[in-house]
Every structure is written in C-alpha cells, then in structure tokens.
C-alpha cells in the first residue's frame, strides 16, 4: 500500500496502537529513487521530538550506509496496512505514555 498523504492525524494519534500504525503505514514504504530519510521524514509526524531525535536517520551512518545500499540495488518496499499491538507498560522511545 501506498503510505497516507499528510500528516498523522488526532484520530490516528488517539492511542499508543493508533499512534504506531500511523509511524509505520508512513515509513514502511520507500523507494530507491526517494532522497535519504523521505520514509522517515513521512514519519516524524507520528512520532514525539524525543521519538525523532532516536530515529533521525541523518544523525546514524548505519542508516547512511544502509540507504546506500538501497540506492546501489534499486530496492523498493511496500507493506500491507499496518497493525500494532502495544502491551500495556512497555514504554515506546519518546512516548507520553
């Protein structure tokens, strides 16, 4: 599937499940022919400051050299809609909850 237009919206964001299926119908996707980061940047919206300044791939060289070899083999990623089960108690990087 095609990740969502926009942000992430209120309603998507309304529960820790509503919130992680809005992060990863966003970043799931990518193509090789997108700019280093265009997944994750589709993503930030989901996410809470503390969340992006974990993810930032700019700020990883793995992520660097993982994009990298992305680009070389021409790879694409599509991911069915996304489901997400949240135990209660786990705590999500940069999360409220």
Known sequence: MDPPAG???AGELSSPEGAVAAWLA???PYSSTEAFGAAEQRARS???AAGWAE???AQHERARQSWQTIVAERQTARCSAPRALVSRG???VGSRN
Do not use: G, N, Y
Request: net charge neutral; charged share 25%; aromatic share 14%.
């Open 90 to 92: 786990t705590r999500l």
């Open 7 to 9: 942000e992430a919206t």
């Open 46 to 48: 989901a996410m809470t």
């Open 55 to 57: 993810f930032d791939p």
């Open 26 to 28: 966003r970043w799931c």
